[in-house]
């Protein structure tokens, strides 16, 4: 849902806020960044829209209410508001998704070129659900921009306090204590609303209060309508006296079943109490609730925290069958919303099981809502659901089996398919159109089961042609799998899903030519261009650049033609690694850049994660470590945002940053898992990698022996093949060791390999040191730090100016100090960056 400029009109009751907060709201204006933080209740939302209506001249205000959707919906909406002041910042903060630590000092950068004349109020609401790790760091990072026509207002409940915070004199501060009545804003408040009341009154609403206006708002309503207030300080008891019991059962059942939902149209609240539009009666009940406020940017009702937990305290107080027909009710409203995953959960509490498998699941679904709570919702779903309903729609089983092979589990995987095909073979099952048309689906899934054997795997596509054909499908397609999701799982590298047998690579090639247009025939185009990024790498990992060039290109046009936004920067990739081995920096960079954009610009999770990936692979052979996301740098940040066929691919890069900073000890530790991995899903590349990270933490400890068996074991593994590339991307540091195997192995080979390596070195020098900063080695980031560390600054200082971890700027100076051959401040004071 786009933010809305916010309209001004006048508040349709009225509204009082204590001297102490007017003042607060009125100091708005002369900064660039308000934080409003304070618990629920306490009027955050309402004080902001009141000071906002009271606008004066042509100054604006733009809206946006953060809901716990997506980050990247979260983002691309910020986004949006940003493009009502500066479309150029908006196109460029939407390229730095997602906000971390890495990104935030080019987030700075980009609102510091603000432009905008016209007073300006950009305001975030809900902050606290906007689901990223900083928080606190991105309000300072906004608060850096010059404009004094642009104030960014961040409304939320309290935030976890920030390691790196400190004092920002750019950030305006009102929290709790601004919100709190006294007893003289009590008395004007009720003054204002037309309430005569005592003072000793006041000074108990006071007290029992303790000047939250929540409270206060109850108390005084309370008042207004009997007389007298109510005997608690108890929120709860409070709700009870005021709203529950004044209003009637078929209200009360009415609202309980709307705190079921987190938000709420008025057609989803139609269906929540049965209707075909909401009764007059109730609108009105809706609308004059202090506690269910309209959210105008949103279009939706959504009931404060206060009441829906109190009102889902009532919820178990109903009669079972009315409970299970509200959960029902509740799961119709979330469908009617395209939440599948949240309606599934209601229409299984409520017991209809057939709800649950006639929702439209597709694979796209899963994969760009990925959420893994419903692994664990799925295999109960499957286990508890009477045999006769799933087998009514066998269906649902292919996407629930496709879910738990895509999230590696194998077991589960193996369970579901078994069960499919008990149904499938039944042989009381009519063999109509139907039921071919699911065996054709069900074919393409146990194609799945046989990654990554190419040739098993397109019998499965071949026999799923069949099924389609004999179905009378024309053309001959899948309704389920394909699509612009990812091809390779999130991987950025077809090589390294593929590449499975040793002395095989030629055969696996020519397979793949033959057997991918069946797939990408059967899938719509899902896949296109595959085979020419598997050919592409392959040619690559020879050092033939120049047969890579060409097939990298087939590819790039390939996946065009379909849409394939994965394989297009797989084969992108590909070219920018050429480029550096061509020491090319003006191709290199515009490579780079574009595979960026196209990751960042597909609106895909997926998508975005594998650009993150190719950047990464880029950025680690050159030592940059601006490029590598946060996420990256430990196993549990892979393992919870990558699919587990991309993850060894990942880990290889990680093991390449730990040898960087020679953390000897856990790359050990992370190559033993990895080689596990690798070998149960058959990646032969991220063991040769890891093979040799290991033989050069031994080289450099000392340990000639024991790298040179390592070594060994790579070579053994990659020279049938001749893929000498991942040996050239150690540029030098393995040359003296592969010196001394020339009399083991292939000596032709091995003079490749080293002819290779010392080609790459060469390559990858030149892209450094036509870097900007003239003939200097260091990356962008790196000459920035290097500056800074040069002029006295401390890690911290450091990192608060740049927006970075300390982490980060440690393991800067240390790559920095390696690449100028130096060892301390001292020394770097008297080098010229």
């Known amino acids: ?18 001297e102490h907060l007017r003042k607060a709201l009125a100091a708005i204006p002369e900064y660039p960044v308000t934080s409003i933080e304070a618990d629920s209740g306490y009027g ?41 002041v500066d479309g150029e910042v908006s196109r460029k903060l939407k390229e730095l998704y997602p906000p971390t630590m890495e990104t935030l000092s080019d987030i700075a950068a980009s609102v510091r070129e603000l432009v905008c004349g016209r007073e300006t109020f950009l305001v975030i609401d809900n902050y606290q659900l906007f689901r990223n790790t900083i928080p606190s760091r991105l309000m300072d990072a906004f608060s850096v921009h010059t404009n004094p026509h642009v104030h960014i207002v961040f409304v939320t409940q309290p935030l976890a306090a920030s390691p790196m915070s400190v004092h920002n004199p750019n950030i305006h501060r009102i929290g709790t204590k601004d919100f709190l009545f006294d007893r003289h804003s009590i008395a004007q408040y009720c003054r204002g609303a037309k309430i005569d009341i005592s003072g000793r009154e006041i000074e108990y609403i006071k007290n029992v209060s303790e000047g939250w206006i929540a409270a206060i708002c109850l108390q005084t309503d309370n008042y207004r309508r009997t007389g007298s207030l109510v005997k608690t300080n108890d929120m709860n008891f409070l709700i009870e006296n005021t709203v529950w019991n004044r209003v009637p059962e078929r209200s009360r059942e009415f609202l309980t079943a709307l705190s079921l939902l987190d938000g709420f149209t008025l057609k989803q609240a139609a269906i929540m109490g049965n209707w075909q539009s909401v009764p007059d009666d109730m609108a009105r009940l809706l609308r004059g609730n202090f506690f269910i406020p309209y959210v105008e940017d949103k279009g939706v009702y959504s009931m404060h925290s206060l009441l829906r937990d109190y009102l889902r305290s009532r919820f178990d107080e109903f009669e079972p069958e009315i409970r299970r027909e509200l959960v029902h009710r509740a799961g119709m409203a979330l469908s009617e919303a395209g939440d599948y995953f949240g309606a599934s959960r209601f229409y299984f509490e409520a017991g209809d099981y057939e709800a649950v498998i006639k929702l439209p699941f597709t694979v796209r679904y899963f994969y760009n809502n990925f ?34 092979f895509r999230n590696g589990r194998r077991e589960q995987f193996h369970e579901l398919a078994g069960l499919i095909r008990s149904i499938l073979d039944d042989p009381n099952r009519p063999q109509d159109r139907d039921v071919l048309k699911i065996k054709g689906e069900f074919a393409l899934l146990m194609s799945f089961s046989r990654f990554n054997d190419i040739v098993e795997m397109s019998a499965y596509h071949r026999e799923a042609l069949r099924f389609f054909e004999a179905a009378g499908e024309c053309p001959p397609r899948s309704s389920f799998f394909g699509g612009n999701i990812p091809w390779t799982f999130g991987c950025s590298s077809v090589f390294s899903l593929y590449w499975r047998k040793t002395g095989e690579l030629d055969r696996e090639l020519e397979v793949m030519d033959e057997c991918v247009p069946y797939y990408v025939t059967i899938s719509g185009g899902h896949g296109a261009g595959g085979e020419h990024v598997m050919r592409a790498e392959a040619m690559l990992m020879r050092g033939d650049d120049r047969a890579a060039e060409v097939a990298a290109h087939r590819a790039v046009y390939r996946a065009s033609e379909e849409n394939q936004i994965g394989n297009r920067i797989c084969a992108e990739l590909v070219l920018a690694r050429i480029a550096i081995l061509r020491g090319d920096r003006a191709a290199y960079i515009s490579l780079r850049e574009e595979l960026t954009a196209r990751a960042r610009n597909a609106g895909q999770r997926a998508v975005f994660l594998l650009g993150e990936l190719a950047r990464a692979s880029l950025g680690v052979v050159l030592g940059q470590r601006d490029e590598i996301p946060d996420w990256l740098l430990t196993a549990d940040g892979i393992n919870n945002m990558l699919f587990i066929h991309a993850r060894p691919y990942a880990f290889s ?46 080289k450099r400890e000392g340990r000639k022996r024991a790298a040179l068996e390592k070594l060994s074991a790579a070579l053994e593994m990659t020279l049938p093949d001749r893929v000498c590339l991942p040996f050239a991307e150690f540029g030098n540091e393995l040359v003296p060791l592969l010196v001394e195997l ?24 030149n892209i450094v040191r036509q870097a900007e900063g003239g003939t200097s080695a260091l990356a962008p980031r790196e000459r920035e730090i290097a500056l800074l560390v040069k002029e006295g600054f401390q890690t911290g200082e450091i990192a608060a100016r740049l927006f970075i971890s300390e982490n980060t700027v ?4 240390k790559v920095i100090y390696g690449k100028l051959g130096i060892h301390s401040r001292a020394e770097l004071k008297k080098i010229t960056l």
């Open 44 to 84: 955050k939302t309402t004080a902001m829209r009141e000071f906002l209506r009271n606008l004066p001249g042509n100054a604006r205000a733009v809206w946006h209410t953060c809901f716990g959707e997506p980050p990247a919906k979260t983002w691309e909406s910020i986004c949006r508001m940003f493009g009502e």
């Open 371 to 404: 959420d893994a709570g419903m692994l664990g919702f799925l295999e109960r779903f499957v286990k508890e659901c009477p045999a006769e309903v799933v087998g009514g729609n066998p269906m649902f089983l292919v996407m629930a089996a496709y879910f738990m």
């Open 653 to 698: 890069i990680l093991g390449a940053l730990l040898l960087a900073d020679r953390r000897h000890t856990e790359l050990e530790a992370l190559t033993e898992g990895v080689m596990d991995l690798s070998r149960r899903v058959n990646f032969l590349l991220p063991r040769v990698s890891h093979l040799l990270y290991l033989s050069a933490a031994e």
């Open 810 to 813: 440690k393991s800067a100076r």
């Open 1 to 18: 849902m786009p933010s809305k400029t916010i309209s001004e009109k006048n508040s349709p009751c009225p509204y009082y806020f204590p």
């Open 742 to 765: 020339k009399g083991t192995f292939d000596s032709e080979k091995m003079d490749s390999i080293i002819a290779l390596c010392e080609r790459f070195s060469e390559g990858a020098a």
